[in-house]
Structures are given as structure tokens and as C-alpha cells.
């Protein structure tokens, strides 16, 4: 009997802290020559130079999961991938905290930069996630909605 190898490791969107550590070891993979690690992190700014980031909240829609998902799908369709995860948080962040981290292993370093890449991307474009931003001169704004 033969087992099937799903390389999507882990998938999620929650509103608990995000563990580097954790990404890392789901894409661990003994066929995998190369393995990109991203973090994304909530910075000061954004924008414009003055636009001094006070406070960040991520809100996600109830398919954001499902759509996350889709996107691993493509990519692990389109690149030799060995391992993928991508966990994404949602809530009350501050500034330095992780919002974001995805990871990716192939059989070259090459291949895993460029799905890595594309895993991201497509994250940020199309997982509907949205971003809302209170900055220091009390605006705000809603970022992918």
C-alpha cells in the first residue's frame, strides 16, 4: 500500500503568538535541499515617513482558512515542493510582534526561494485578511478591504 505525501504541512490563521520555531519544524523534510523561512513583523510605519504606527489589528474573513489553503494548493502545484506551511495571526498586535510566517522546502534552494516568494505573495493579495492601522496623529486606515 502506498501512502500519499501531502507536502502542506500546516495551515492556519489564528489570534494566538506565532512560533517561528514551529513553522520551521512542520517543514522539516529529508528530501529538501533548500528551505526559505519568512517572518513578517508589525513595524512603526507605514506608508508615508510620518506615519507613525500606534496600534494594528488584523481581522479575518470566516474563509480565510479555505482560501489559504487554495493558495498552498497552487503552489505546491506549480514548484517541487517537499514541505510548506504558513500561519497567519489575526487580533491585536504591537509593534515587533509577528503577523505573519511562512516556510517552504525543495529539493534546491532556487525553487524554494521562488515558491516561498510566490506562497507570500499570493497570501497577502488574495487570503482575505485585512489590516487596520491607527497611527500617531490619530488617522487611521483599513489596508487590503
Known sequence: ??????????????DTPLSVDEVFA?????????????????????????????ALTYTAHPSAEAELRRVAEKVVADFPVSALAAVHRVGELAVGDIAVVVAVACPHRAEAFAASRRLIDELKSTVPIWKHQVFGDGSEEWVGV
Open 26 to 54: 512542520a517543514v522539516g523534510d529529508a528530501a529538501a535541499g533548500g528551505t526559505t523561512l519568512f517572518v513578517g513583523t508589525v513595524r512603526d510605519h507605514d506608508g508615508r515617513p510620518d506615519a507613525e504606527v500606534t
Open 1 to 14: 500500500m502506498t501512502t500519499v505525501h501531502d507536502p502542506i504541512r500546516l495551515l492556519s490563521v489564528r
